[in-house]
Nanobody, 121 residues
Framework: QVQLVESGGGLVQAGGSLRLSCAASGRTFSGYAMGWFRQAPGKERELIAA????????YRPDSVKGRFTISRDNAENTVYLQMNSLKPEDTAVYYC??????????????WGQGTQVTVSS
């Protein structure tokens, strides 16, 4: 099972930008999709971006289209989430995940510990 560690979260003003990174360590498996989820207190964990191993297929819901971009560097075993034009409603703990690719939590086998993103108004 791959270990995932997120970084890059923090406090930012509305309209600002953050870039999250997720570094994989230990044994990794080629062919796995990578995804980013977020979860606020009292809310369900929500898939906000996913990318195939090749990078040729991506997923983004309408809530983040035009603002968030997912990318990956397989040689560095790292996936990124570039977040622009941040809004207070983006405040959440952000998690990266690895697995076969799914819109639901159960479809992912490995999870990072999460990184807090707080957007002030």
């Amino acid at each position: 099972q791959v270990q995932l560690v997120e970084s890059g979260g923090g406090l930012v003003q509305a309209g600002g930008s953050l870039r999250l990174s997720c570094a994989a360590s230990g044994r990794t498996f080629s062919g796995y999709a990578m995804g980013w989820f977020r979860q606020a207190p009292g809310k369900e964990r929500e898939l906000i971006a996913a990318i195939s191993w090749s990078g040729g297929s991506t997923y983004r819901p309408d809530s983040v289209k035009g603002r968030f971009t997912i990318s990956r560097d397989n040689a560095e075993n790292t996936v990124y989430l570039q977040m622009n034009s941040l809004k207070p409603e983006d405040t959440a703990v952000y998690y990266c995940a690895a697995g076969r690719g799914s819109t639901i939590v159960a479809g992912w086998g490995s999870w990072g510990q999460g990184t807090q993103v707080t957007v002030s108004s």
